[in-house]
């Protein structure tokens, strides 16, 4: 049988299986909606079956859509393999990448990862959505992120966590503030302070309120906000203190600047690669979240590297 169809139809096919939906799809391989229809009616004329069962509300595929799935995805991504590893090739690779992850972890991890990757795969768009902890865990379930980062919290059970770094909390204060020359605060000497707390739609508020049931602040939080990155723009203009994870702060010496471990008790947060349960991930996709696990290790490094 001579075979009547290209990549193209393919990569059309699986992008409608991904999105779940033929104007998603048609954004995801940059054509216009009616081009992806002729590409999956190609497709099923030269198979002689229907691959999806169309409704209003829905497209899912049918039996034979989903015996043919995993071959095309294990050709696809062979093929992707393959032009990925030799250099000449990867080089003129187009494609993108999303990646979702929370603002401490986007800072901590993401630039020099970035840089790395471009110089690999100049033509692969990486997009980083810098969101709350919610927000990245939405990202990844609902597939509008390949994969996220961010702390082991509230997961929903379609997701799987993998922890990159165990990090502290630790309290961010001016230079000049008393707390600036100790070895340690407790929390209970934090809320003695003029502190900035977090709001209860943040993923930290709720891993400290879990961590922290036996210390009650004696007074109430001067200013209260969403972001952590915020908090330590208040704190750097002279609001008080704050307690944020190390990653967030500032990498070397700030001028202005500073901080002190969080004892009694030491709290500690699991920054880790989040990804939807049976996800196959994109060549360019695990290329990058091979480089992320890499440089672990060596996080915030020089963009010359």
């Keep these: 049988m001579a075979i009547n169809f290209d990549l193209n139809d393919l990569q059309a096919f699986r992008a409608v ?7 998603k799809a048609a954004d995801a391989v940059r054509i216009s909606q009616p081009a992806l229809s002729r590409r999956i009616e190609k497709l099923e004329d030269a198979l002689g079956v229907r691959l999806f ?3 209003t509300r829905k497209v899912s595929l049918t039996q034979a859509g989903r015996g043919f799935m995993p071959s095309v995805e294990r050709l696809l991504d062979d093929l992707d393999v393959a032009l990925l590893g030799i250099s000449e090739v990867a080089s003129n690779r187009m494609g993108h990448v999303t990646v979702a992850c929370v603002p401490s972890a986007a800072y901590y991890f993401m630039p020099s ?13 990486v997009k980083v959505l810098d969101a709350s902890a919610h927000d990245v865990l ?5 597939g509008e992120a390949d994969f996220g980062l961010s702390f082991l919290g509230r997961l929903e059970p379609e997701v799987e966590f993998e922890p990159l770094v ?14 600036a020359a100790r070895a340690s605060v407790t929390w209970a ?11 209860k739609t943040s993923g930290n508020r709720f891993l400290l309120d879990q961590a922290l049931t036996g210390v009650v602040p004696q007074r109430p939080s001067i200013c209260e906000t969403r972001h ?28 202005t600047l500073t901080q002190v471990p969080l004892t009694e008790p030491q709290v500690m947060r699991s920054v880790g690669l989040i990804k939807r349960r049976g996800r196959t991930l994109t060549p360019a996709a695990l290329e990058l979240e091979r480089l992320i696990v890499e440089m672990k290790i060596q996080p915030r490094a020089a963009l010359s590297e």
Excluded: N, W
């Excluded at 299986?17 to 104007?23: C, D, I, L, Y």
């Design 189 to 199: 000497e934090l809320y003695q302070q003029d502190y900035i707390s977090l709001d």
């Design 113 to 125: 990862v970035v840089a790395r990757y471009h110089r690999q795969f100049p033509r692969i768009k």
């Design 53 to 55: 069962e169309r409704t």
């Design 138 to 142: 939405t990202a990844v379930v609902s």
């Design 228 to 255: 952590v990155t915020t908090m330590i723009g208040l704190v750097e203009a002279g609001l008080g203190v704050a307690a944020v994870p190390s990653m967030a702060m500032p990498a070397g010496e700030h001028p």
């Design 166 to 179: 165990q990090e502290g909390y630790v309290v961010a204060c001016r230079r000049d503030h008393p707390l």
């Design 17 to 23: 299986v991904e999105q779940g939906s033929f104007r």
